[in-house]
């Protein structure tokens, strides 16, 4: 497997918060000496605004290690992807004591958070769907909780653009996956993920016009 992504940088504290977010998306990448030729297959390389000027490439993305990473990283996927938007952004939300929260870019996870309260939720519904542009937007809403997912539909339904469609959606089969058999009980995360990739939906964003 050729690697598209490179790091090219001195800098300690870029350098680790962008390889932490490339391992935790299972994205490869290759890093770079400073100033080294950089190999034909990358297609896009990730500096810092200090060290732009030593990487010789056409296609380079500048971050601030005072930043969170993730979104230079969504940009560079878009890159790999040759996408400038995705065809469709959703985003499940596993409603319960804490919340879990996916973000799925045309059907790959792009992101995955638990232990989030409802306001943190809510807020990060908002800045995936800005910072990850695409023709459809989705938000969907697992029904296990039913006060719980009522209450973050009301308040997505005022935050978000008349465009993006919110639904609740049967939770069922989401929080249980079988491993040879047996049921395993996966995390907050990943049932928002089995819950993004739902289709049959028991109300959507009308309900509450």
Known sequence: MKLKIALQTVSGKAYYLLVKELHRRKLPFLSLVLGKPV???????????????????PTVLVYNPEEDPSAVIDEAYRIIQNKESYA????????????????????????KEQGLTMEMTVNTVLEELEKNPARTQKVKIGDG??????????????????????????????SVLRSKGRPRKISDADSAVEIAKKNEASHTRGRYS
């Open 145 to 174: 909780v039913p006060e719980l997912a009522s209450e973050i539909t009301r308040r997505l339904h005022i935050a978000l653009p008349k465009n993006v469609t919110i639904q609740i959606v049967s939770e069922a089969g989401t």
């Open 39 to 57: 190999p034909s297959s990358i297609q896009v390389v990730i500096t810092t605004k200090e060290e732009r000027r030593m990487v010789n490439h």
């Open 88 to 111: 469709e952004v959703t985003v499940g939300i596993d409603p319960g004591k804490t919340f879990g929260v996916a973000v799925l870019a045309d059907g790959k996870v792009l992101r």
